[in-house]
Structure formats: C-alpha cells, structure tokens
C-alpha cells in the first residue's frame, strides 16, 4: 500500500529545452552545461584530486566561478567535472523554467556513468556513452531508437546533486559552508575541552574528598558521620551534666569550718558528704539540694 | 556536497558532546555539592571529636600531672586510666580537679575525700 508519492518527475534539460514546468522537479543537466575530464593519476583519494581540479582545468575551459565534482572509476582513473552553478541557473532562467520550481539538479555524467546508453533526446540529438564519458550528439549516431523522456519515468537519481534548493534557501555561499565548519570545529573543541575539564574536576573533588577523610580518619559516608556525631553528643551531654552538678555544689555558699568530706561520682550519681555547723545548716543545704533540677545526673548524700 | 555532509556530521557530533559536556557538568556540581554537605557534617562530628576524644592532647595533659603531682596509682588499660592522689594540697587539687572537669576528658568516675587538711583524689578517665 503506497500511502504517499514521493517520486519527482525528473527532466532532461538541453539548451533546446521548451517544455513548460509548472510543479516541482529534478533535473538532469545535458552535457553542454558542463565540462568534463577523464584522467589517470597516481593519487589515491578522489579528494586529493578535487584539490588539484582547477588546476587540471586550468587553460581548457573558460572562465569561471567553477565548482567540481570527482568520480573514481577505476584505480588510480577518476572523472573530473567542472560547473559554474551561476551560469547554469541562468542558463536554466533563460530556458523559461521558473527555479522556485527545481529541487535539484543532476549532471547525466553522474545519472548515466557506467551505462551503455543510446538515448533520444528529441529529433536532433541523443545522449551515448563514449569510453564512459556522456556526450550529447547527432541523432544519426545513435544506435537505437529510446526515448530518455522514456527511461527518466522510473529513474532513481542518485544522491551527486550539484544543486539542492533546500541548501540554496539557507543561502550559504561555500565561504560561508568553510567559515561554518571551522566555527563548528572550534566548538567541538571547546566541547571537548570542558568535558576534559569536567572530568578533571570531578577526580580533582573526588581525591580531595578522600584525602579529607584520610586526614581526619573519618568512615566514607555521611550516615556513619551522624551516627558517630549523635554517639559523641550524647557523651557530651553527660560529661556536661556531670560538671554542671559538681558546679551546683561547689556553688553553695560554705562558711570557714565547713567543707566536704568526699565528693564521688559514679553510674551517673554524685554522692557527697559534708560537714556543716548544725541543724540550721543542712536544711538550708537541703533545701539548696531541692532545687537541682538536672535529671541526667542525681546528687545524692552519702550515708 | 561533501562540505556539507561535514557540517551534518559535526553538528551531530556537537549535539553528542554537548551532551556529554551536559553530563559531566551536572555530575561535576553534583559532586561538589556532595563534598561540600559531607564536609559540613563532619565540621560538627570533627569538634566533638577534638573536644572528648583528641588522643595526643589528652596524653600530653596527663603527662604533665605525673610528672608534677606525682600520683600514688596510675594505671592505664585499652580505653581508661585510673589516676589516684593521696595525698593533695588544696592548691594542687584546684590544678589537678581544674585539668579533669574543665578539660574534655570524660569521666566515667571519681572520688575525692577530705582528711583533716589533706585530699584524696581517685579518679577513671576514658583515654
């Protein structure tokens, strides 16, 4: 079940062209848009030859704002084409097709290379293969009698556009595509050296934390630290309460013959024993005793 | 349009690092977030522990009173020392009771008797 139509119509455009266009399309490029070389060199990446393309054209075709395009087609054998997208865009203007309607645009070396083609371009002029280079010429040479309107109905193109509308609307010159990949590589790097930095800092804070614990020969989480912290306050707690009972007596005002005779602590109880001048006196201590209101630690008389 | 087909690509990977950058940012403040709240809680637990249980201070403390006071018993076990004075001036037991009970030694007890002008101190300690 086909649910959408996504196949374009795809023309084959000569300088000749004359059909009206009225719905979007892709489009291939007749040979007499652009230029092409066969050429062997002992290079083995088709991008170190794109870099030596203008030179390899240089003095053999006119002048231009030229880009290019390169095939490997067999070891150390590459096909170099040469095309000026502004001319070929007038060019195509020229023809009365409105570009709002082209999508992209195809050389026929690319769509065609490596076929065995005889193709009839209109009563005039075919398109042949000859030795793997596509030429546009007289009708008397060719061979048979196909229609390339014909084989375009079920033509898959391939992916080698020279021209894409949907690149064009962002309106990026190759400058700007070259100034774009060298602000996206500096970002990369600054991705790459925050992360490094990150990474950095967190073993940085990781090691601290350890040498932290190290030093001050504590257990690694902070639940263990609670648990000791409430064991100590407790402990503090009676060490306080203790001192704080032993202060309470040692704040009741004795007079010169008067002292005690044993102070002792023990299972959280202060015994006493005191000497003091008669009845009058220890209830005054006594009443003094009453109002001790620490319950942690009892003070009690020693009988 | 190989020009163009590098510019997809590092953006697909500017977007993967941004990611990881992402990550690594949020582990980053996390960690420190997390040293910073441990560190916290160990300043409380870190006092307490050098106020009862500062072993060096506490040694070189006691120390000094066997040295001076000279104590009639002095007896160290695993985690407690027994320290006995018979025979104290009110002077010496102000210093000796002063170090004890305003010191973080804990005390687990004592005993402190008076005998005409001399005094007897017995006191355990946690150590």
Known sequence: ?303 | MSLYRTILALVFISLVLGGYLFYFDKEYKKATKEFESFRKKSENYLKLKKKWVQKEEKDRVLKSIKARFKPSLYKKSSNSLLIEFKNLDERSFKIVGDIFLNSGFVIKKFDIKKDSKKLFFHIEVEI
Request: hydrophobic letters at 40%; proline letters at 2%; aromatic letters at 12%.
């Open chain 1, 1 to 303: 079940m086909i649910f959408f139509n996504t196949k374009k119509t795809v023309f084959f455009i000569t300088k000749e062209f004359n059909k009206v266009i009225k719905s979007r399309c892709d489009i291939i490029l007749s040979p007499e848009f652009y230029w092409v070389k066969k050429i062997d060199l002992n290079i083995k990446s088709s991008y170190q030859v794109k870099k030596m393309a203008p030179s390899i054209f240089d003095g053999v075709i006119p002048k231009g704002d030229y880009e290019y395009r390169v095939f490997k087609i067999a070891k150390n054998r590459y096909l170099l084409i040469a095309f000026d997208i502004r001319y070929i865009l007038k060019q195509i203007s020229d023809l009365g097709i409105e570009l709002k309607f082209v999508d992209r645009i195809f050389t026929a070396q690319s769509e065609f290379q490596g076929d065995d083609i005889s193709l009839k371009i209109d009563d005039n002029y075919g398109l042949i293969n000859v030795e793997g280079i596509l030429a546009k010429v007289p009708i008397k040479l060719l061979e048979s009698d196909a229609q390339i309107d014909n084989v375009l109905i079920d033509k898959k193109v391939s992916n080698n556009y020279i021209y894409s509308s949907s690149l064009q609307k962002v309106n990026l010159t190759h400058k700007d595509f070259k100034t774009l990949l060298l602000l996206l590589l500096l970002l990369n790097i600054f991705l790459i050296s925050s992360i490094v930095r990150n990474k950095k800092n967190i073993s940085l804070i990781e090691s601290q934390k350890a040498q932290f614990i190290r030093k001050n020969s504590l257990p690694a989480t902070s639940f263990q630290i609670k648990s000791m912290e409430e064991e100590l306050k407790k402990r503090e707690k009676i060490q306080i309460s203790i001192r704080e009972a032993i202060e309470y007596l040692a704040n009741f005002k004795l007079s010169k013959s008067e002292y005690f005779t044993l102070l002792k602590y023990n299972d959280k109880t202060l015994f006493y024993k005191i000497l003091l001048n008669g009845k009058k006196r220890e209830k005054e201590f006594k009443n003094y005793l009453l109002k001790y209101r620490k319950k942690d630690i009892k003070i009690e008389e020693l009988r």
